[in-house]
């Protein structure tokens, strides 16, 4: 890739992640939430990987690394749906608080978003590095 695309990849990938972030804490209260995040999310990785090639991104976004996020991500969903068993059903919104319209009105809504966003982006990540591999090998 030429040194245009590298230098437009590199200056617009953080704001996809702050976009990203954004959608993660604010999707309750407005379209998006936590699978858009996570697709988002993955597109500022994936535009690195294609401008500046798999070998030079995958020393900072390791393949065990999006392994663990996805693990743990996963688990921590998993969690939240049987923690919320315990208080009435299963993703029963067991967290109160917080003034209508604000970060903390959504109860479990915004973690289930963080939970999602981080293992479809995780995901997506996850796939693309497999798929990689799989070409860098022919």
Partial sequence: MSLIVRTTTKLVSPFLVVYS?????YGHLSPGGGFQAGVILAVSIILLITSHGYKKVRKTFKFWEVQL?????GVFLVSLGIISLLFGGFFFNFLRGGSFGSLLSGGIVPLFNIG??????AAFTFMFYILLRWVEHD
């Fill in 21 to 25: 972030t954004y959608l993660m804490m």
């Fill in 69 to 73: 996020i996805e693990g743990v991500s």
């Fill in 116 to 121: 999602v966003a981080l293992k479809v982006g």
